[in-house]
C-alpha cells in the first residue's frame, strides 16, 4: 500500500500542487513553544522540539491507527492526504523551470531574480572572476539549490514514510523539516538561538 499511496500523492500533486505544508496553525505552536521553552540552555530546546515534533508524529500514528480500525480504505485515504501534504516536489520544478526559462531567453535580470526569491537572499559573487550574474554561475546556483530542495520536499518524506508505519515517517520529517526552518532563519545580527541551532541539527 505504501507504494501505490507515494504514487497517488505524486500525481495528485503534479495534477493539484498542495500549497506550502498546511500544519494548522503550526506558526503559532512553534512560535509559543520558543517563546514558552527557550531558557538558554540545550535541554529546553531538546523539550520544545520533541513536543512539536513527536507530538506530531504520534497524532499522525494515533489518526492512521484509529482509521484503520474503521476501515483500511480510510487509513490508506489519509496516507494519501499527508503524503499529499508533504510533498513540494511541485514548487521546486516551478522554480527552477522560471529560472531556467530566463535563462534560455538570455535574461539574466530575470534568471538573477527568480534564483534570488527562491533561495531568499540576493545572489552573492562566488569569486572575483565568476561573479553571481553570469549564466553559469545562475544555472549552477539553481541546480544546487534544486538538488538540496528536492530532497527536502521529495526524497526525505518518502524515505521516511517507508521507515516508519503509515504515515508517521512523513510527519515526522517535515515537521523537524519545518522546524529546522521556522528557527533556523535568525535575522541579520541577532545571535542564533539555542533551538534554531537545534532544530537545524536535528
Known amino acids: 500500500m505504501g507504494v501505490v499511496a507515494v504514487v497517488l500523492a505524486l500525481a495528485l500533486e503534479q495534477w493539484r500542487p498542495s500549497a506550502a505544508l498546511r500544519w494548522v496553525r503550526a506558526d503559532v505552536v512553534a512560535d509559543e513553544l520558543v517563546r514558552r521553552l527557550e531558557g538558554g540552555q540545550r535541554w529546553h530546546s531538546w523539550l520544545a522540539w520533541s513536543v512539536f515534533v513527536i507530538g506530531a508524529t504520534m497524532l499522525a500514528w ?6 484503520g480500525g474503521v ?3 480510510l487509513e490508506a485515504v489519509f496516507m494519501v492526504a499527508v ?4 510533498l513540494g516536489f ?11 526559462q ?7 535580470d530575470l534568471a538573477g531574480a ?3 526569491a527562491w533561495i531568499g537572499t540576493a545572489l552573492p559573487p562566488d569569486s572575483d572572476s565568476m561573479p553571481a550574474t553570469t549564466p553559469e554561475t545562475i544555472a549552477r546556483q539553481a541546480i544546487e539549490r534544486g538538488v538540496v530542495d528536492t530532497e ?18 512523513a510527519v515526522l520529517y517535515r515537521a523537524a523539516d519545518y522546524l529546522a526552518q521556522r528557527w533556523g ?11 534554531g541551532v537545534f532544530a537545524r541539527q536535528m
Open 185 to 195: 532563519d535568525a535575522r541579520a545580527g541577532d545571535p542564533p538561538r539555542h533551538g
Open 71 to 73: 476501515a483500511e480504505i
Open 62 to 67: 494515533l489518526a492512521g491507527r484509529l482509521l
Open 152 to 169: 527536502r520536499c521529495l526524497f526525505g518524506v518518502v524515505f521516511w514514510f517507508a521507515v516508519l508505519p503509515g504515515a508517521c515517517g
Open 102 to 108: 530566463a535563462l534560455a531567453v538570455r535574461r539574466l
Open 83 to 86: 503524503l499529499y501534504q508533504a
Open 90 to 100: 511541485h514548487d521546486v520544478r516551478r522554480r527552477f523551470a522560471t529560472v531556467h
Open 114 to 116: 527568480a534564483l534570488a
